[in-house]
């Protein structure tokens, strides 16, 4: 969507539901994984107070995490970290916290990787078939004087249903970042996940 309109608590379902048929239409029209990423990151943007928003891939060993939209790679072996980004990894349930300098499972190192001026931190697994493969991670700066709700957790799991519906397209629509197109790239009638997934494979 062009516009910065905020989808606050109280917002309409059918408001909610309008933003999010706008972004499914959207995602399936993009061939390119930042473009999509970018989306998807637009998208919480849209629909809860965060004001910056990254998607991390997953790969399948959980030791490294890749930002979709940054040229920035990030190594961690969650099996001997601790912090809320380990914690959501392990237990494949979402966390937010208000105020990450009084939250107790919070780690700066870890958890803020993009050294950013952080207030509240919202992290949400993308899971399929019971296993992780990525994770939004969302920030609100500090002086801002928003603050996440558990519908904020209701609309991005709204946003994982659509993640999770087949796309139908051709060999040509499918453009990955590398030059090389991978066997599971050429997947045709495939969700959207297996799409993003396809760059860490």
Known sequence: MSEKKKVSEEVLSSEFKQTLSSYEKQLNERSDIRSMGRLIQDFVKQVTPAKEVQL????????????????????????????????????????????????????????????????SLLLFPLVEDENIWGLIWAGIPRKDLHQYMKIDLAYLEQMQHLLKKPRHETDEEIKPLESDVTAESKLKNTSLITKIKSWFS
């Open 56 to 119: 991390l891939l997953l790969d399948k060993s959980m030791k490294e995490m890749k930002t979709v939209t940054l040229d920035k790679n990030m190594m961690m072996n969650i099996s001997n970290t601790s912090g809320m980004m380990a914690e959501v990894l392990h237990t494949r349930k979402a966390l937010f916290t208000n105020d990450v300098e009084r939250e107790l499972k919070y780690k700066e190192d870890v958890d803020n990787f993009l050294h950013y001026p952080l207030k």
